[in-house]
């Protein structure tokens, strides 16, 4: 059974971004238009600094430098934890995974993020976590 990638884009329930060595978005699934609220017409071509709060730009902007330059993910597959931002400012809370994409060369030529928004869970873990700090001090 062959799954095209498009299909496979269109269907899967994480955001799917995929940026270039510059860090400009090439693909933009459907699931990354309703979680960042960015059309993928808007949000291909942009880069991606319209999803990461201007706070975090320049640490994001080192770390991707440098992963492009070594061809080195220093999270290996770890799933990162950041903030991340809306169409309309608002802050959410991620997880995502990435893959590098090397070029005949073996230097990265893109890098493929699959994205979750985690806001939800993130909120209440620290809602329990407040909680239980209260609970530890005799409240």
Not at 87 to 99: M, Q
Not at 102 to 108: C, I, M, N, Y
Request: charged share 20%.
């Amino acid at each position: 059974m062959a799954l095209s990638l498009q299909h496979f884009l269109s269907v899967i329930g994480d955001a799917v971004v995929i940026a270039d060595a510059n860090g400009i978005i090439t693909t933009w699934n459907c699931a990354a238009e309703a979680m960042f609220g960015y059309a993928q017409s808007e949000a291909t071509g942009a880069s991606l600094d319209i999803i990461i709060p201007e706070k975090y730009r320049m640490r994001h902007a080192a770390g991707f430098e440098q992963t492009m330059n070594t061809g080195k993910n220093r999270y290996g597959t770890s799933l990162l934890h950041v903030p991340a931002m809306k169409r309309d400012g608002s802050s959410i809370s991620i997880a995502f995974s990435i893959a590098l994409v090397l070029g005949e060369a073996g230097k990265p030529e893109s890098i493929i993020a699959i994205i979750r928004d985690e806001t939800q869970r993130f909120q209440e873990e620290r809602a329990l976590r407040k909680r239980l700090a209260e609970l530890g001090n005799g409240e």
